[in-house]
């Protein structure tokens, strides 16, 4: 009994591997110092002779309304004219459950009155063949229904054969003790000719077998061990025992059923239906209409069909093969689409044309009050169209055919509104008007709002003439429209220049020597704008007064002045920042005093009111004297305000007082420092002939131009943002990346280096760096005094424009071309009109036989890659200030120049 229940395991865990096996096969799956530079051979590689800066030590690297059901919704505004009007859109838009009934929707994953799946196993056996009582000695049975493989006996496999077979479970009772054991049986083939093979342990016995009974004699039909029978068209029940020495085994049953297809799938995507089933070597019969499909009725397909399919149809479909069961009929229905809508015309004569998208033979109910659509509501073909003059309000409607009804869509008509009003400005007049045809405009020029009772009513398009300062608000109105919206201007009409009173006249207008010289110096003049005023700030180091002058905007009228004394002796520079204005100071440190004051960066209200200051150091900031050599240009993020200038610092062991850029970055609710000064700073240059900063984004962004170290125009680039605990920062390894953009050829610490450094902004994805530049192919050898080869000093003005993602590419473009034409062009200036327009702006010289002539200022706007969008535009009228940054407001780029004459006010609208 252990011995034939161990076989009966063993042969049972095969038969389950062997079916794993045949599964996995069969699937269809300042001024000039004296200057000299030198080069030490030991530690420290920056010199300097008398007080001139010189360049820094090589090692300083090593610092470190829906609802429910509805599906779509179309709005229509009607801001179109009638005789160009576009299509409404049409969005799905829910209705609630309340108004759409049940039935009327269909759900693709519960399809009603399916009928339930067969189960394959168990399946009863097929009627007409006879069929004993088994008595209790029946020990074996198996079932073959040609579907699913279940070899039990270890020694047999399934091969060669590529249909469906399936061998169903074997039942055994204990054997009589010393008999054969039962027959196993293995089975190929399907119903057209199925081979079977009579197994058993031991290879000697006979195997006798009979269709009609169980209790077998040897008369019966008899095999060797091992011999495979055909049974050709045949199901049924089998019968077999072994028989061996006059012992019979228990009997065994193999029940060979008529195979089943398996139920074929519908699917639907893109428009089409495919019908297929995986049982192979099938036809497909089907019908579009809802009747059963049969050989005689529908359409047929060999293996798999496949059809476009449209809303409303109702598909059904069956498998067939010869000498197989035929699959059960499956059932899918085709939902209608929702309707769509095209509305042309305006208010007083609008058409609604009804559309079904994938049944243009449906029909479309509509109703101005429900959704609950039924087929007593107004209806019209696909297609057709249906006047609603001077109708406003909610469309419902669903398509319909064959019984089957789409899930409800809405349009809303609503009352056309006029287009808004564009304000255009052309010379000392402004064109006002709307695309709304026949329409009226109403504006005003006092700033209060217009409306039907207040404000000038004209034709549209209109012409106003308004003085500068008003305030012009306009909309456009139109009869059974909604009126537009506002659209505002304030009007400036702005003379090229214009003289007004000041305080003080330093600051004097662009010339040959500022833009050729070896290094910059600290500006002097300021020019902001703030509410309705300008402002113009102008020190004089002189008497040691900041002198502030306050302007109407429009006017130019002069509306008060204040005077504040320096609080020490050296002026670097102001700020006008967000919500406080900042000034520095500075005094010299001979001494090299670690507690003297070298710097005080101090801060104000918006009325120069003084609310605190930093203070630093000697020897915080190792500096014998600030804004030494150098300019400043201060730039602000929230509460940090980075202050980006220049110093000569305390002597090295070589005896010498080296110069270097100086970077302060503040907190200004605090006034104290965030990031160390000492000898060296992260981002060291030396030395630093200019410097520029700005933020981008959380970036914080340098330029410097440096003689030394490194010799080039560079960049140092702190990423990161403010997360209210300190700075984010990512980039070199102490936080800086360098990106030297353009390399000067020279010796290192030669002072000459025939460039001046100008401006520096960001677009979205480029740095934009302007300069003027020599053509260094010309020259032979730098000096710190001279520029050996090169007989004038005439330079071109250069764009750098710095990929933000790589900064190491650099473009080069050349915005003029004097270089061999006895011209120069002056240190460029540039100003920011958005994120993808900016202004470079120069003055031109040209040299004659002993004298300079000045050609005007020069101007071309570029895009955020550097490309000129506009001509080179030359104001022979105008002067640049060499030291005041121009400032653009409300299309309009201003700043101001002094002379004999006092301050000017230029102004250029763009």
Same mark, same amino acid.
């Given at each position: 009994?252990?011995?034939? &229940?161990?076989?009966?395991?063993?042969?049972?865990?095969?038969?389950?591997?062997?079916?794993?096996?045949?599964?996995?096969?069969?699937?269809?799956?300042?001024?000039?110092?004296?200057?000299?530079?030198?080069?030490?051979?030991?530690?420290?590689?920056?010199?300097?002779?008398?007080?001139?800066?010189?360049?820094?030590?090589?090692?300083?690297?090593?610092?470190?309304?829906?609802?429910?059901?509805?599906?779509?919704?179309?709005?229509?505004?009607?801001?179109?004219?009638?005789?160009? *009007?576009?299509?409404?859109?049409?969005?799905?838009?829910?209705?609630?459950?309340?108004?759409?009934?049940?039935?009327?929707?269909?759900?693709?994953?519960?399809?009603?009155?399916?009928?339930?799946?067969?189960?394959?196993?168990?399946?009863?056996?097929?009627?007409?063949?006879?069929?004993?009582?088994?008595?209790?000695?029946?020990?074996?049975?198996?079932?073959?229904?040609?579907?699913?493989?279940?070899?039990?006996?270890?020694?047999?496999?399934?091969?060669?054969?590529?249909?469906?077979?399936?061998?169903?479970?074997?039942?055994?009772?204990?054997?009589?003790?010393?008999?054969?054991?039962?027959?196993?049986?293995?089975?190929?083939?399907?119903?057209?000719?199925?081979? *079977?093979?009579?197994? !058993?342990?031991?290879?000697?016995?006979?195997?006798?077998?009979?269709?009609?009974?169980?209790?077998?004699?040897?008369?019966?039909? @008899?095999?060797?061990?091992?011999?495979?029978?055909?049974?050709?068209?045949?199901?049924?029940?089998?019968?077999?025992?072994?028989?061996?020495?006059?012992?019979?085994?228990?009997?065994?049953? &193999?029940?060979?059923?008529?195979?089943?297809?398996?139920?074929?799938?519908?699917?639907?995507?893109?428009?089409?239906?495919?019908?297929?089933?995986?049982?192979?070597? @099938?036809?497909?019969?089907?019908?579009?209409?809802?009747?059963?499909?049969?050989?005689?009725?529908?359409?047929?397909?060999?293996?798999?069909?496949?059809?476009?399919?449209?809303?409303?149809?109702?598909?059904?479909?069956?498998?067939?093969?010869?000498?197989?069961?035929?699959?059960?009929?499956?059932?899918?229905?085709?939902?209608?689409?929702?309707?769509? +809508?095209?509305?042309?015309?305006? +208010? $007083?004569?609008?058409?609604?044309?009804?559309?079904?998208? !994938?049944?243009?033979?449906?029909?479309?109910?509509?109703?101005?009050?429900?959704?609950?659509?039924?087929?007593?509501?107004?209806?019209?073909?696909?297609?057709?169209?249906? =006047?609603?003059?001077?109708?406003?309000?909610?469309?419902?409607?669903?398509?319909?055919?064959?019984?089957?009804?789409?899930?409800?869509?809405?349009?809303?008509?609503?009352?056309?509104?006029?287009?808004?009003?564009?304000?255009?400005?052309?010379?000392?007049?402004?064109?006002?008007?709307?695309?709304?045809?026949?329409?009226?405009?109403?504006?005003?020029?006092?700033?209060?709002?217009?409306?039907?009772?207040?404000?000038?009513?004209?034709?549209?398009?209109?012409?106003?003439?308004?003085?500068?300062?008003?305030?012009?608000?306009?909309?456009?109105?139109?009869?059974?429209?909604?009126?537009?919206?506002?659209?505002?201007?304030?009007?400036?009409?702005?003379?090229?220049?214009?003289?007004?009173?000041?305080?003080?006249?330093?600051?004097?207008?662009?010339?040959?020597?500022?833009?050729?010289?070896?290094?910059?110096?600290?500006?002097?003049?300021?020019?902001?704008?703030?509410?309705?005023?300008?402002?113009? *700030?102008?020190? =004089?180091?002189?008497?040691?007064?900041?002198?502030?002058?306050?302007?109407?905007?429009?006017?130019?009228?002069?509306?008060?002045?204040?005077?504040?004394?320096?609080?020490?002796?050296?002026?670097?520079?102001?700020?006008?920042?967000?919500?406080?204005?900042?000034?520095?100071?500075?005094?010299?440190?001979?001494?090299?005093?670690?507690?003297?004051?070298?710097?005080?960066?101090?801060?104000?209200?918006?009325?120069? !009111?003084?609310?605190?200051?930093?203070?630093?150091?000697?020897?915080?900031?190792?500096?014998?004297?600030?804004?030494?050599?150098?300019?400043? =240009?201060?730039?602000?993020?929230?509460?940090?305000?980075?202050?980006?200038?220049?110093?000569?610092?305390?002597?090295?062991?070589?005896?010498?007082?080296?110069?270097?850029?100086?970077?302060?970055?503040?907190?200004?609710?605090?006034?104290?420092?965030?990031?160390?000064?000492?000898?060296?700073?992260?981002?060291?240059?030396?030395?630093?002939?200019?410097?520029?900063?700005?933020?981008?984004?959380?970036?914080?962004?340098?330029?410097?131009?440096?003689?030394?170290?490194?010799?080039?125009?560079?960049?140092?680039?702190?990423?990161?943002?403010?997360?209210?605990?300190?700075?984010?920062?990512?980039?070199?390894?102490?936080?800086?990346?360098?990106?030297?953009?353009?390399?000067?050829?020279?010796?290192?610490?030669?002072?000459?280096? $025939?460039?001046?450094?100008?401006?520096?902004?960001?677009?979205?994805?480029?740095?934009?760096?302007?300069?003027?530049?020599?053509?260094?192919?010309?020259?032979?050898?730098?000096?710190?005094?001279?520029?050996?080869?090169?007989?004038?000093?005439?330079?071109?003005?250069? &764009?750098?424009?710095?990929?933000?993602?790589?900064?190491?590419?650099?473009?080069?473009?050349?915005?003029?071309?004097? *270089?061999?034409?006895?011209?120069?062009?002056?240190?460029?200036?540039?100003?920011?009109?958005?994120?993808?327009?900016?202004?470079?702006?120069?003055?031109?010289?040209?040299?004659?036989?002993?004298?300079?002539?000045?050609?005007?200022?020069?101007?071309?706007?570029?895009?955020?890659? $550097?490309?000129?969008?506009?001509?080179?535009?030359?104001?022979?009228?105008?002067? &640049?200030?060499?030291?005041?940054?121009?400032?653009?407001?409300?299309?309009?780029?201003?700043?101001?120049?002094?002379?004999?004459?006092?301050?000017?006010?230029?102004?250029?609208?763009?």
């Amino acid at each position: 009994m252990k011995k034939r &229940l161990a076989l009966v395991t063993a042969l049972l865990m095969i038969g389950a591997s062997l079916t794993s096996v045949y599964a996995e096969e069969t699937d269809i799956a300042a001024a000039e110092p004296s200057v000299q530079a030198e080069v030490s051979d030991g530690d420290e590689t920056e010199e300097e002779t008398d007080t001139q800066a010189e360049p820094d030590e090589g090692d300083a690297s090593d610092d470190t309304d829906t609802d429910a059901d509805a599906s779509d919704e179309a709005q229509w505004d009607e801001s179109v004219p009638d005789e160009s *009007v576009p299509d409404a859109e049409t969005s799905d838009e829910d209705i609630s459950d309340e108004d759409v009934p049940a039935e009327d929707a269909v759900d693709e994953a519960e399809q009603p009155g399916q009928p339930e799946q067969p189960g394959q196993p168990g399946q009863p056996e097929q009627p007409g063949q006879p069929e004993e009582p088994i008595s209790d000695e029946l020990t074996d049975e198996q079932v073959y229904d040609g579907n699913a493989p279940d070899i039990l006996d270890k020694d047999t496999t399934v091969e060669g054969w590529d249909n469906d077979p399936d061998i169903g479970e074997i039942v055994e009772n204990d054997p009589y003790p010393e008999v054969p054991a039962p027959v196993s049986f293995t089975v190929k083939g399907v119903f057209g000719g199925r081979n *079977v093979t009579f197994c !058993n342990d031991d290879p000697n016995v006979k195997i006798y077998f009979s269709s009609v009974r169980s209790a077998l004699t040897t008369d019966d039909p @008899c095999v060797s061990c091992g011999e495979t029978v055909l049974f050709k068209n045949f199901y049924g029940t089998l019968y077999a025992r072994a028989y061996k020495n006059g012992k019979w085994s228990n009997p065994a049953r &193999l029940i060979l059923k008529i195979p089943t297809i398996n139920d074929p799938v519908i699917s639907v995507e893109g428009g089409k239906a495919t019908i297929s089933t995986t049982t192979p070597q @099938c036809y497909i019969y089907y019908t579009t209409d809802g009747s059963e499909p049969s050989m005689e009725n529908g359409t047929k397909a060999v293996g798999k069909a496949t059809f476009d399919v449209k809303g409303g149809m109702r598909i059904r479909a069956i498998a067939v093969r010869s000498c197989f069961t035929d699959s059960i009929i499956v059932e899918r229905a085709i939902p209608m689409s929702p309707p769509s +809508f095209e509305v042309k015309g305006i +208010f $007083g004569g609008r058409r609604v044309t009804f559309n079904c998208p !994938n049944d243009p033979d449906a029909e479309i109910y509509w109703s101005k009050t429900t959704s609950a659509l039924t087929t007593e509501d107004e209806h019209v073909k696909s297609g057709e169209s249906v =006047d609603f003059s001077r109708f406003y309000g909610t469309i419902y409607a669903k398509s319909y055919k064959d019984g089957m009804w789409s899930q409800p869509a809405r349009l809303i008509l609503k009352i056309p509104v006029v287009n808004d009003p564009t304000i255009r400005k052309d010379g000392s007049k402004l064109i006002v008007s709307t695309t709304t045809p026949t329409s009226y405009i109403i504006y005003t020029t006092d700033g209060t709002d217009p409306s039907v009772t207040n404000g000038t009513r004209v034709a549209s398009p209109a012409v106003i003439t308004p003085k500068s300062g008003d305030t012009v608000k306009v909309i456009a109105v139109r009869n059974c429209f909604t009126n537009s919206g506002m659209a505002e201007m304030t009007y400036i009409d702005h003379p090229a220049q214009q003289y007004v009173p000041s305080g003080s006249s330093k600051a004097g207008a662009m010339d040959v020597a500022t833009s050729t010289a070896r290094w910059s110096s600290v500006s002097t003049s300021f020019v902001y704008e703030e509410d309705a005023y300008l402002y113009a *700030v102008e020190a =004089d180091p002189d008497s040691r007064i900041v002198y502030i002058d306050k302007y109407d905007r429009f006017s130019r009228s002069h509306k008060g002045s204040k005077r504040m004394e320096m609080e020490l002796p050296l002026f670097g520079g102001f700020y006008s920042g967000e919500e406080y204005n900042y000034i520095v100071y500075g005094q010299a440190n001979s001494e090299e005093n670690n507690d003297k004051e070298v710097v005080r960066v101090v801060k104000y209200d918006k009325n120069f !009111n003084r609310i605190a200051a930093l203070s630093v150091t000697g020897g915080e900031a190792y500096t014998v004297k600030p804004f030494d050599f150098g300019s400043m =240009d201060i730039s602000e993020d929230g509460s940090e305000l980075t202050v980006h200038t220049s110093r000569t610092r305390y002597k090295t062991s070589d005896g010498y007082n080296h110069q270097s850029q100086l970077t302060l970055v503040i907190d200004t609710t605090t006034m104290e420092l965030k990031e160390d000064i000492g000898v060296y700073q992260k981002n060291h240059v030396s030395h630093s002939f200019a410097q520029r900063v700005i933020y981008d984004n959380g970036d914080l962004v340098l330029a410097d131009h440096g003689d030394a170290y490194p010799r080039s125009i560079v960049l140092n680039i702190r990423r990161g943002s403010s997360n209210g605990e300190g700075w984010v920062v990512v980039g070199g390894d102490n936080g800086y990346t360098a990106a030297e953009i353009y390399e000067i050829p020279g010796s290192v610490g030669a002072n000459c280096t $025939g460039m001046t450094l100008g401006g520096l902004e960001a677009s979205e994805d480029n740095y934009l760096v302007a300069v003027n530049t020599i053509d260094h192919s010309k020259v032979t050898s730098y000096t710190s005094y001279e520029m050996i080869g090169l007989d004038k000093d005439e330079r071109d003005v250069m &764009l750098l424009v710095v990929d933000k993602a790589s900064p190491t590419e650099v473009q080069q473009i050349m915005l003029t071309d004097l *270089v061999g034409k006895n011209a120069l062009a002056s240190t460029p200036y540039l100003v920011k009109i958005s994120d993808d327009r900016f202004a470079v702006m120069w003055e031109e010289f040209s040299y004659g036989s002993g004298t300079t002539t000045d050609n005007g200022v020069k101007y071309v706007i570029v895009d955020g890659s $550097g490309n000129a969008v506009s001509d080179v535009v030359t104001r022979e009228d105008l002067k &640049l200030s060499k030291c005041c940054q121009p400032i653009y407001r409300d299309g309009y780029i201003e700043w101001t120049v002094t002379s004999s004459r006092g301050r000017c006010i230029s102004s250029i609208e763009i």
